[in-house]
C-alpha cells in the first residue's frame, strides 16, 4: 500500500485448551521456529515468542495488510496443525479459544521484550490468570470472567 506508514507493536497470549501443559521443551523451540514463520510469511515482523508449557506470549509489528484476527486464526490453525502432524502429544492438541492483544509504543518494546524472556521466572510467582486479568484491567479492557482463561483444576 503506499503511502501508508505504520509503528503497530502487539502483545498476544493465547493458552492450551483447557490450559494442560502440553508444550514440551524438547519440541519448543520447533513451534516457536514454526510460528515465526507464520507470522513472517504475512509480512509481520516478530520481536520475540515465548511462554511456559500452557501459554504464549508474542510480541510483533504488525503491517495493516491484515486483520488481528485473522492473523491469530491463521497461527493457532497451523500451529496446531504442526503439532499434530508431527505426532508431538498424544491425543488432539489445539489452543483455547479467543487470545489476548495489547499495544505498545515504540519506547515500551524493550520492556515488553524482556518481561516476554523471563516469563518461566514470572510464573513461579505469578498465575497466568493472575497475570492475564492483570494486562486486561491495566489496559482498561471490560471482560467477563466466564471467558477468562482458566487455571487447570
Avoid: C
Avoid at 67 to 76: F, P
Avoid at 79 to 93: D, I
Amino acid at each position: 500500500m503506499a503511502n501508508t506508514y505504520t509503528q503497530i507493536h502487539i502483545h498476544a497470549i493465547f493458552g492450551v485448551q483447557n490450559r494442560i501443559s502440553l508444550i514440551r521443551e524438547k519440541w519448543k523451540v520447533d513451534l516457536y521456529k514454526y510460528i515465526t514463520s507464520i507470522i513472517q510469511d504475512y509480512d509481520h515482523k516478530l520481536l520475540i515468542i515465548n511462554g511456559t508449557s500452557d501459554h504464549l506470549h508474542i510480541l510483533f509489528g504488525m503491517r495493516p495488510t491484515q486483520s488481528l484476527s485473522d492473523l491469530m486464526k491463521e497461527v493457532k490453525e497451523y500451529s496446531s496443525k504442526w503439532v499434530n502432524n508431527n505426532r508431538l502429544v498424544y491425543g488432539k492438541f489445539n489452543w483455547q479459544a479467543g487470545f489476548g492483544a495489547f499495544s505498545y509504543t515504540k519506547n515500551q518494546v524493550s520492556d515488553v521484550i524482556t518481561y516476554i524472556k523471563n516469563q518461566q521466572q514470572h510464573h513461579r510467582k505469578k498465575l497466568f490468570s493472575e497475570e492475564y486479568k492483570e494486562l486486561l484491567e491495566e489496559f482498561g479492557v471490560s471482560y467477563d470472567e466466564r471467558y477468562i482463561f482458566k487455571e487447570p483444576e
